[in-house]
């Protein structure tokens, strides 16, 4: 099975500030990752797929990068609208695994 | 515009079988792209997926829920359900319906979740 871990697991940043979080795969996913926004009470939302796709409609501000077992979503300039957990899943043998999260704040 | 939709009790006894249905809308269950899964989340915890179907009746599970999940499919109400059995308080969680897609590996469609509690 394949397992991910995040870290930060929680960050406190001001707006306007680069926020980077970081996912990593217990084995090679090729690009198969994905990132979703969480707010409170609502459902998650995909931002970006195969590791650097940004979905449509989702804030050029959002980007992502990495390939294999390590990747980050960075954030460029952090509003005060991007407050929620942020979570990475992969997909493997039609298994699906996320990640526990980032819980990400203001300052 | 395709929509999930999640039922069944809120409430379930311990050691009891979890049993929730998800109705599509908009769209066939049968379409050949996508999967049909379950996903929860604990209170104040992260994501857990649960296990897929293919309209076909295919299943892919979670190896760590596998023995005491199953997911069925009806194409002919456009539903497919989950049950899931000898539940603890452990398996208290909002539970997602979703249409995972099959080539990319993602989830853009989901229900809006229900809150099953595990409680005598």
């Known amino acids: 099975d394949i397992q991910m871990t995040q870290s930060p697991s929680s960050l406190s940043a001001s707006v306007g500030d680069r926020v980077t979080i970081t996912c990593r795969a217990s084995?090679?996913?090729?690009?198969?990752l994905a990132w979703y926004q969480q707010k409170p009470g609502k459902v998650p939302k995909l931002l970006i797929y195969?590791?650097?796709t940004l979905q449509s409609g989702v804030p050029s501000r959002f980007s992502g990068s990495g390939s294999g077992t390590d990747f980050t979503l960075t954030i460029s300039s952090l509003q005060p609208e991007d407050v929620a957990t942020y979570f990475c899943?992969?997909?493997?043998?039609?298994?699906?695994?996320f990640g526990p999260g980032t819980k990400v704040d203001i300052k | 515009q395709l929509q999930l939709q999640e039922s069944g009790p809120g409430l379930v006894k311990p050691s009891e079988t979890l049993s929730l249905t998800c109705t599509v809308s908009g769209g066939s269950i049968s379409s050949g792209s996508y999967f049909w899964g379950w996903i929860r989340q604990p209170p104040g915890k992260g994501l857990e997926w649960i296990g897929n179907?293919?309209?076909?009746?295919?299943?892919y599970y979670n190896p760590s829920l596998k023995s005491r999940v199953t997911i069925t499919v009806d194409t002919s109400k456009n539903q497919f359900s989950l049950k899931l059995s000898a539940v603890t308080a452990a398996d208290t969680a909002v539970y997602y319906c979703?249409?995972?897609?099959?080539?990319?590996?993602?989830?853009?469609?989901w229900g809006q979740g229900t809150l099953v509690t595990v409680s005598s």
């Open positions: 899943q992969t997909y493997n043998s039609a298994l699906f695994t």
């Open positions: 179907i293919f309209y076909s009746g295919s299943t």
């Open positions: 195969a590791a650097f």
């Open positions: 084995q090679g996913i090729s690009n198969y």
């Open positions: 979703a249409r995972p897609e099959m080539v990319r590996g993602i989830i853009i469609k």
